[in-house]
């Protein structure tokens, strides 16, 4: 025999954990003496004035300092300038044969570097 259950519904709600909280209007302000004041981020740096640039030097001045540092460069000094161009060629040929590279328009110049720092050329 079957027998079926019945249910009879509840008419009253159920209980919950709702929490009532007050009106917006009615919510007071917290005191500011019970607050914490924030932290200081700011560093305290002393003041320190400024110094007086130097004097700028004179143009004349600047311009003989240029003309007799470029008057005093030798060939031994820059030795990207040759003294001799053909010389410093056969120099540069022969440092490629005796080292062993083939002599072509990348090498050459670090063939020639390498004659003058030899004194080949």
Same mark, same amino acid.
């Given at each position: 025999m079957t027998t079926s @259950?019945? &249910?009879k /519904? #509840? $008419? $009253?709600p159920a209980k919950s954990n709702v929490q009532v909280t007050p009106e917006e209007g @009615?919510? +007071?302000p917290v005191l500011e003496e019970n607050k914490i004041k924030p932290a200081s981020l700011e560093v305290a740096t002393p003041s320190v004035k400024p110094e007086a640039p130097a =004097? %700028? %030097?004179e143009k004349e001045k600047? +311009? &003989?300092d240029i003309r007799t540092k470029l008057n005093k460069r030798t060939d031994s000094e820059d030795i990207f300038v040759p #003294?001799? =161009?053909v010389a410093l060629e056969n120099a540069a %040929? #022969?440092?490629? /044969? &005796? +080292?062993?590279? +083939?002599l072509t328009r990348g090498t050459s110049i670090g063939a020639r570097l390498m004659a003058q720092a030899r /004194?080949? %050329?």
């Open positions: @259950r019945s &249910t /519904k #509840s $008419t $009253t @009615r919510i +007071e =004097p %700028a %030097a600047i +311009e &003989t #003294s001799n =161009p %040929a #022969s440092v490629a /044969k &005796t +080292e062993g590279f +083939e /004194k080949l %050329a």
